[in-house]
T-cell receptor, first 115, second 111 residues
Framework: DAGVTQSPTHLIKTRGQQVTLRCSPKSGHDTVSWYQQALGQGPQFIFQYYEEEERQRGNFPDRFSGHQFPNYSSELNVNALLLGDSALYLC??????????????FGEGSRLTVL | GENVGLHLPTLSVQEGDNSIINCAYSNSASDYFIWYKQESGKGPQFIIDIRSNMDKRQGQRVTVLLNKTVKHLSLQIAATQPGDSAVYFCAENEDDYKLSFGAGTTVTVRA
């Protein structure tokens, strides 16, 4: 049973560029959440996707956008990259019908470095 | 993670001893709390959770205690092992679909 898979694992971009990160949820899960984890900090909620719609959003600018596909996989897009966007981006999956958050299963993350 | 904090950023414990990791939260409306373990280079891994209608919940070698009166959460690890070395995060479900994480406690197990 595959867990949450993310790609790429590492990438380097320069300021002003755009990046797309991908996530496949755990088998049987239909909800995907994205978190940003800066070095030495706890994860910060970016947004959650359920039934191909953004269900809730954290305190992140519009440069951060996402998408969920019919197979429940998801993408996180970040435009106009800033140095401060350097972080580990975590994808987490869950079952959307379990009421509030339920148990989240995290992937290993995509490490983004912006130069 | 503004509403969730950990009392100590680091904890050093002798192998075989019990570990206690503390967490304070400020949102009295939160009704679901989770402890995660994050090893270097990996994503957070679920350890145990507790809902606000409970005071205590036990798992394998771990116990979570919730004191709603003082808004305090703790994770107890029995007979700490070298594999328990990691960063531990408490998280609260203060909003419908979002978890708020604290900054984490780094646990180092001494042989």
């Amino acid at each position: 049973d595959a867990g949450v898979t993310q790609s790429p694992t590492h990438l380097i971009k320069t300021r002003g560029q755009q990046v797309t990160l991908r996530c496949s949820p755990k088998s049987g899960h239909d909800t995907v959440s994205w978190y940003q984890q800066a070095l030495g900090q706890g994860p910060q909620f970016i947004f959650q996707y359920y039934e191909e719609e953004e269900r809730q959003r954290g305190n992140f600018p519009d440069r951060f956008s996402g998408h969920q596909f019919p197979n429940y996989s998801s993408e996180l897009n970040v435009n106009a990259l800033l140095l401060g966007d350097s972080a580990l981006y975590l994808c987490a999956s869950s079952l959307g019908d379990r009421g509030r958050t339920g148990e989240l299963f995290f992937g290993e993350g995509s490490r983004l470095t912006v130069l | 993670g503004e509403n969730v904090g950990l009392h100590l950023p680091t904890l050093s414990v002798q192998e075989g001893d019990n570990s206690i990791i503390n967490c304070a939260y400020s949102n009295s409306a939160s009704d679901y709390f989770i402890w995660y373990k994050q090893e270097s280079g990996k994503g957070p891994q679920f350890i145990i959770d507790i809902r606000s209608n409970m005071d205590k919940r036990q798992g394998q070698r771990v116990t979570v205690l919730l004191n709603k009166t003082v808004k305090h959460l703790s994770l107890q690890i029995a007979a700490t092992q070298p594999g328990d070395s990691a960063v531990y995060f408490c998280a609260e479900n203060e909003d419908d679909y979002k978890l708020s994480f604290g900054a984490g406690t780094t646990v180092t197990v001494r042989a």
